[in-house]
């Protein structure tokens, strides 16, 4: 089972930046695809970014041009990196990886951004 701890969220302003991290505990080389979703309050929770382990990378419209994601394999770890933030943005933010089709899921950080 592959466990996941996100960290790197906080209360920025508007046109600031944060950099979200995903550590996993085991080697990311074996999960097919690792994602970070977002679920604002009162939404549903919603695919934000995707990087494989080919390291080909997808995002959503929303986000693309301000948001990237990556992988460090030698440290099990998967970023966000999150630019021009804007109000929006303001969610709970959740790593997700998939390993042979099963689901895994973090805890959360939380991400607030005032304008």
């Known amino acids: 089972q592959v466990q996941l701890v996100e960290s790197g969220g906080g209360l920025v302003q508007a046109g600031g930046s944060l950099r979200l991290s995903c550590a996993a505990s085991?080697?990311?080389?074996?999960?097919?695809?690792m994602n970070w979703y977002r679920q604002a309050p009162g939404k549903q929770r919603e695919l934000v970014a995707t990087i494989t382990n080919g390291g080909t990378t997808f995002y959503v419209p929303a986000v693309r041009g301000r948001f990237t994601i990556s992988r460090d394999n030698a440290k099990n770890t998967v970023y966000l990196e999150m630019n021009s933030l804007k109000p929006e943005d303001t969610a709970e933010y959740y790593c997700n990886a998939n390993k042979r089709g099963m689901n895994y899921w973090g805890k959360g950080t939380l991400v607030t951004i005032s304008s």
């Open positions: 085991e080697s990311i080389i074996g999960i097919n695809v």
